[in-house]
C-alpha cells in the first residue's frame, strides 16, 4: 500500500532526467510527476544535432527551454542542461551544472535512449550498432558513476533508476543492438545495486511494453510494414495480447518511478519492474 506521507519524502529532492527533452516523452512525463510531487528538476537531453543523432530524434535546447517554462507554469523548479550522455565530460558537467542549480542531487533517472535504429541484423552497421550502445548503456554508465559520487558524498543516500524496456526481457527482430543494450542495462542496475547498497542508494530498473511516445510512432509504422498489416491492425493485435487490454501510457511509467524514488520504496533495489500491463510477466 503506497503511503502518502513517504510520498511526501520527495518534497525538496533534485532530480535529473536524460532524454527529457522531447514533447509527449517518457523523459518529460516523469519530471513533470516528479516536480507534481515536490521535486527540483532537471531537463537534459543532447540539444544539438550531431553526427547520427539527427534533428528530428533528439530533444533540441528550444524544445528542453519549453518543458522547464510548462513545468515552472505549473509551479514547479526546473532548469535546462544540455549533455551528450555518450561525452564523459558532458555527464560530469551535468552533475554539477545540477548541484550548482539546486544544491544536491538525490534523484538519477537514466532515460537517455535511442530506439529508431530498426533493421535486420545483417544489415545493421558498426556504427548503428555503437551509437545505440553508447547512449542507451555507455550513458547509463557514465551518468550512474557521476551522479552516485554526489549521492556518496552527500552521505544521505539516492535512488538511481534505469529505464529499460520490455526489450530487457524478451528480443525482438530487427532491434539488436537495442535489445542488447536494454538486457545489458538490467545486469548494470544489478550490479550496482550490489556495490551502492551499503551507502543506503538504490538502483531499480523500470521496464515498459510499447508506449506511443513519438519514438514509438515510428516503431508503429516500422513494424506494421514489416509484418504486411496497417497501423491500426497492428496496433489493434498488440491490444489483443495485452490482458489489461491497451499499450502503456507515459503516466503509466511515470508513476512507476515516482514510486520506486519516494520512501515507499526504500528497500527495493537491483529489480527490473515490468510495466507492460500483463504483457511481460518475467
Known amino acids: 500500500m503506497v503511503n502518502i506521507e513517504a510520498m511526501k519524502s520527495l518534497k525538496g529532492k533534485v532530480a535529473i532526467s536524460t532524454g527529457s527533452g522531447r514533447h509527449k516523452g517518457l523523459g518529460q512525463g516523469i519530471l513533470k ?3 507534481m510531487e515536490g521535486c ?12 547520427q543523432l539527427e534533428a528530428d530524434n533528439i530533444g533540441s535546447t528550444a524544445e528542453m527551454d519549453e518543458i522547464v517554462c510548462d513545468i515552472r507554469d505549473a509551479g514547479g523548479k526546473a532548469v535546462a542542461i544540455a549533455c551528450d550522455v555518450r561525452d564523459e565530460s558532458e555527464v560530469k558537467a551535468l552533475m554539477d551544472g545540477a548541484i550548482n542549480a539546486f544544491g544536491r542531487l538525490d534523484i538519477m533517472i537514466n532515460n537517455a535512449g535511442v530506439g529508431y535504429v530498426m533493421k535486420a541484423m545483417d544489415e ?7 551509437l545505440v550502445i553508447g547512449v542507451n548503456l555507455t550513458g547509463a554508465f557514465l551518468c550512474s558513476k557521476y ?5 556518496r558524498r552527500q552521505g544521505e543516500g539516492g535512488r538511481i533508476i534505469n529505464i529499460a524496456s520490455q526489450a530487457a526481457k524478451s528480443g ?5 543492438p537495442y535489445t ?3 538486457h545489458g542495462l538490467i545486469g548494470l542496475t544489478r550490479s550496482n545495486a550490489i556495490e551502492l547498497g551499503s551507502e543506503n542508494i538504490t538502483v531499480n530498473a523500470v521496464c515498459p511494453n510499447h508506449v506511443t511516445t513519438g519514438l514509438g510512432e515510428k516503431q508503429n509504422a516500422y513494424f506494421a ?20 487490454g491497451r499499450p502503456g501510457l507515459v503516466e503509466d511509467v511515470a508513476a512507476t518511478v515516482a514510486f520506486l524514488v519516494s520512501d515507499n520504496a526504500k528497500f527495493i533495489t537491483g529489480e527490473a519492474m515490468n510495466v507492460s500491463g ?3 510477466m518475467h
Request: aromatic share 6%; no cysteine; charged share 30%.
Open 124 to 130: 545493421m552497421s558498426l556504427a548503428e550498432w555503437n
Open 147 to 151: 551522479a552516485a559520487r554526489h549521492m
Open 278 to 280: 500483463g504483457e511481460e
Open 40 to 51: 527540483r528538476v532537471v531537463v537534459s537531453d543532447i540539444g544539438t544535432a550531431k553526427d
Open 180 to 182: 542488447a543494450s536494454k
Open 33 to 35: 510527476r516528479l516536480a
Open 225 to 244: 510494414e514489416y509484418r504486411g498489416v496497417t497501423i491500426k491492425e497492428y496496433l489493434a493485435a498488440m491490444r489483443d495480447r495485452i490482458p489489461l
Open 172 to 176: 525482438f527482430p530487427h532491434m539488436a
